[in-house]
Protein backbone atom coordinates (compact mmCIF):
# COMPACT_ATOMS: atom_id res chain seq x y z
CA UNK A 1 0.00 0.00 0.00
CA UNK A 2 1.52 3.28 -1.27
CA UNK A 3 1.33 6.48 0.83
CA UNK A 4 -1.72 7.89 -1.15
CA UNK A 5 -3.90 4.53 -0.58
CA UNK A 6 -2.71 4.86 3.33
CA UNK A 7 -3.54 8.58 3.31
CA UNK A 8 -7.03 7.63 1.89
CA UNK A 9 -7.67 4.63 4.10
CA UNK A 10 -6.78 6.89 7.43
CA UNK A 11 -8.99 9.59 5.88
CA UNK A 12 -11.86 7.07 5.32
CA UNK A 13 -11.52 5.95 8.77
CA UNK A 14 -12.42 9.54 10.20
CA UNK A 15 -15.74 10.10 8.31
CA UNK A 16 -19.54 9.99 10.05
CA UNK A 17 -21.10 6.90 9.90
CA UNK A 18 -23.28 8.58 7.36
CA UNK A 19 -20.32 9.94 4.87
CA UNK A 20 -19.42 6.12 4.77
CA UNK A 21 -23.02 4.83 4.11
CA UNK A 22 -23.10 7.53 0.93
CA UNK A 23 -20.08 5.68 -0.27
CA UNK A 24 -21.61 2.70 -0.06
CA UNK A 25 -24.87 2.96 -1.61
CA UNK A 26 -23.30 5.38 -4.03
CA UNK A 27 -19.47 3.78 -4.83
CA UNK A 28 -19.78 0.37 -3.62
CA UNK A 29 -16.72 1.07 -1.42
CA UNK A 30 -15.73 -2.43 0.06
CA UNK A 31 -13.42 -0.50 3.28
CA UNK A 32 -16.51 1.70 3.98
CA UNK A 33 -18.50 -1.52 4.45
CA UNK A 34 -15.68 -3.21 6.84
CA UNK A 35 -15.96 0.05 8.66
CA UNK A 36 -19.47 -0.05 8.96
CA UNK A 37 -18.93 -3.75 10.44
CA UNK A 38 -16.18 -2.79 12.98
CA UNK A 39 -18.48 -0.26 14.03
CA UNK A 40 -20.96 -1.83 14.82
CA UNK A 41 -20.97 -5.31 14.66
CA UNK A 42 -20.17 -6.01 18.41
CA UNK A 43 -23.25 -3.78 19.24
CA UNK A 44 -25.32 -5.84 17.06
CA UNK A 45 -23.93 -8.72 18.33
CA UNK A 46 -24.85 -7.62 21.80
CA UNK A 47 -28.13 -6.75 21.10
CA UNK A 48 -29.04 -10.18 19.85
CA UNK A 49 -27.19 -12.11 22.93
CA UNK A 50 -29.28 -10.25 25.08
CA UNK A 51 -32.49 -11.77 22.95
CA UNK A 52 -31.17 -15.03 22.67
CA UNK A 53 -29.19 -16.03 24.98
CA UNK A 54 -27.08 -17.74 23.32
CA UNK A 55 -24.25 -17.08 21.62
CA UNK A 56 -24.26 -19.46 18.63
CA UNK A 57 -27.36 -18.20 17.45
CA UNK A 58 -26.64 -14.63 18.28
CA UNK A 59 -23.41 -14.48 16.18
CA UNK A 60 -26.16 -15.88 13.31
CA UNK A 61 -28.31 -13.20 14.28
CA UNK A 62 -25.58 -10.60 14.01
CA UNK A 63 -24.56 -11.97 10.29
CA UNK A 64 -27.95 -11.88 8.89
CA UNK A 65 -28.77 -8.41 10.50
CA UNK A 66 -25.40 -6.88 9.28
CA UNK A 67 -26.79 -8.28 5.49
CA UNK A 68 -30.25 -7.12 5.86
CA UNK A 69 -28.25 -3.48 6.89
CA UNK A 70 -26.32 -4.11 3.83
CA UNK A 71 -29.37 -4.67 1.64
CA UNK A 72 -31.22 -1.74 3.03
CA UNK A 73 -28.72 1.05 3.00
CA UNK A 74 -30.14 2.74 0.22
CA UNK A 75 -33.53 3.09 1.92
CA UNK A 76 -31.71 5.47 5.11
CA UNK A 77 -33.00 8.93 4.47
CA UNK A 78 -30.59 10.49 6.99
CA UNK A 79 -33.18 11.86 8.93
CA UNK A 80 -32.29 10.09 12.15
CA UNK A 81 -28.79 8.95 13.50
CA UNK A 82 -27.54 5.83 11.54
CA UNK A 83 -26.96 4.29 14.66
CA UNK A 84 -30.33 4.70 15.54
CA UNK A 85 -31.70 3.02 12.29
CA UNK A 86 -29.70 0.20 12.82
CA UNK A 87 -30.67 0.04 16.67
CA UNK A 88 -34.27 -0.21 15.17
CA UNK A 89 -33.48 -3.15 12.79
CA UNK A 90 -31.42 -4.97 14.99
CA UNK A 91 -34.45 -4.57 17.82
CA UNK A 92 -36.76 -5.38 15.00
CA UNK A 93 -35.31 -8.82 13.45
CA UNK A 94 -34.94 -10.27 17.27
CA UNK A 95 -38.54 -9.90 18.03
CA UNK A 96 -38.96 -10.98 14.82
CA UNK A 97 -37.02 -14.25 15.21
CA UNK A 98 -38.29 -14.82 18.63
CA UNK A 99 -41.99 -14.53 17.41
CA UNK A 100 -41.06 -17.38 15.07
CA UNK A 101 -39.36 -19.44 17.65
CA UNK A 102 -41.47 -19.12 20.63
CA UNK A 103 -39.51 -21.74 22.33
CA UNK A 104 -36.66 -19.63 22.57
CA UNK A 105 -36.94 -18.14 25.56
CA UNK A 106 -34.66 -15.30 26.67
CA UNK A 107 -33.94 -13.68 30.00
CA UNK A 108 -33.71 -9.91 30.59
CA UNK A 109 -30.77 -8.71 32.41
CA UNK A 110 -30.80 -6.12 34.88
CA UNK A 111 -32.59 -3.14 34.17
CA UNK A 112 -30.33 0.21 34.85
CA UNK A 113 -31.21 3.35 36.23
CA UNK A 114 -32.42 6.17 34.18
CA UNK A 115 -30.31 8.35 32.63
CA UNK A 116 -32.46 10.91 30.73
CA UNK A 117 -32.42 14.01 32.54
CA UNK A 118 -35.42 15.28 31.29
CA UNK A 119 -37.78 12.63 32.01
CA UNK A 120 -41.02 13.48 34.05
CA UNK A 121 -41.55 12.53 37.80
CA UNK A 122 -43.43 10.06 36.85
CA UNK A 123 -41.18 8.21 34.78
CA UNK A 124 -38.61 8.58 37.46
CA UNK A 125 -40.95 6.74 40.08
CA UNK A 126 -41.81 4.03 37.50
CA UNK A 127 -38.16 3.42 37.19
CA UNK A 128 -37.18 3.45 40.94
CA UNK A 129 -40.57 0.86 41.43
CA UNK A 130 -39.17 -1.74 38.45
CA UNK A 131 -36.13 -1.14 40.10
CA UNK A 132 -37.03 -2.54 43.37
CA UNK A 133 -38.05 -5.69 41.97
CA UNK A 134 -35.30 -8.23 42.71
CA UNK A 135 -33.15 -9.33 39.72
CA UNK A 136 -34.42 -12.95 39.33
CA UNK A 137 -37.87 -12.09 39.71
CA UNK A 138 -37.50 -9.65 37.01
CA UNK A 139 -35.69 -12.05 34.53
CA UNK A 140 -38.83 -14.89 35.36
CA UNK A 141 -41.44 -12.04 34.87
CA UNK A 142 -39.80 -10.50 31.47
CA UNK A 143 -40.53 -14.40 29.90
CA UNK A 144 -44.45 -13.60 30.65
CA UNK A 145 -44.80 -10.00 28.26
CA UNK A 146 -44.92 -10.33 24.99
CA UNK A 147 -41.08 -9.61 22.60
CA UNK A 148 -42.69 -6.12 22.07
CA UNK A 149 -43.24 -5.09 25.56
CA UNK A 150 -40.01 -6.89 26.65
CA UNK A 151 -38.02 -4.50 23.55
CA UNK A 152 -39.43 -1.13 24.40
CA UNK A 153 -38.63 -1.43 28.22
CA UNK A 154 -35.40 -2.97 27.46
CA UNK A 155 -34.53 0.13 25.19
CA UNK A 156 -35.79 2.16 27.99
CA UNK A 157 -34.47 1.04 31.06
CA UNK A 158 -31.53 -1.42 30.26
CA UNK A 159 -30.65 1.15 27.28
CA UNK A 160 -31.32 4.61 28.70
CA UNK A 161 -33.02 5.23 24.92
CA UNK A 162 -34.78 8.70 25.01
CA UNK A 163 -38.42 9.09 24.43
CA UNK A 164 -37.42 10.96 21.53
CA UNK A 165 -34.99 7.89 20.13
CA UNK A 166 -37.72 5.14 20.65
CA UNK A 167 -40.10 7.62 18.80
CA UNK A 168 -37.33 7.42 16.25
CA UNK A 169 -37.35 3.55 16.41
CA UNK A 170 -40.75 2.60 15.86
CA UNK A 171 -42.06 5.79 14.00
CA UNK A 172 -44.46 6.69 16.80
CA UNK A 173 -45.95 9.98 18.53
CA UNK A 174 -44.70 10.55 21.75
CA UNK A 175 -47.97 10.05 23.72
CA UNK A 176 -47.73 6.38 21.94
CA UNK A 177 -44.46 6.08 22.73
CA UNK A 178 -45.45 6.80 26.80
CA UNK A 179 -48.78 4.53 26.40
CA UNK A 180 -46.59 1.43 25.24
CA UNK A 181 -44.28 1.79 28.11
CA UNK A 182 -46.93 2.66 30.71
CA UNK A 183 -48.90 -0.78 29.24
CA UNK A 184 -45.49 -2.61 29.96
CA UNK A 185 -44.59 -1.68 33.27
CA UNK A 186 -48.30 -1.95 34.51
CA UNK A 187 -48.09 -5.28 33.34
CA UNK A 188 -44.81 -6.08 34.49
CA UNK A 189 -46.07 -5.07 38.42
CA UNK A 190 -49.38 -6.57 38.21
CA UNK A 191 -47.45 -10.34 37.08
CA UNK A 192 -44.86 -9.32 39.87
CA UNK A 193 -47.95 -9.00 42.11
CA UNK A 194 -49.48 -12.03 41.47
CA UNK A 195 -46.18 -14.38 41.31
CA UNK A 196 -45.31 -12.99 44.41
CA UNK A 197 -47.87 -11.91 46.87
CA UNK A 198 -46.39 -11.67 49.67
CA UNK A 199 -43.67 -9.25 50.69
CA UNK A 200 -43.40 -8.37 46.74
Given at each position: ?50 FVKDREIAED ?98 DGLSI ?37
Open positions: MDLKEVTATLTLERESDEQLVRLVVDKQNQYAISLLYDRYSHKIFSRSLSLTHDIFMKILISLSSFKFKSKFSTWIYSITYNYCVDYLRKRQKIRFQHSEFQKETDAYISDEEVADARELQKIKVERLMTIMEDINPEEKMILMMKYRKQIQEIFDLSESAVKMRLKRAKEKVKKIHVKKYPINH
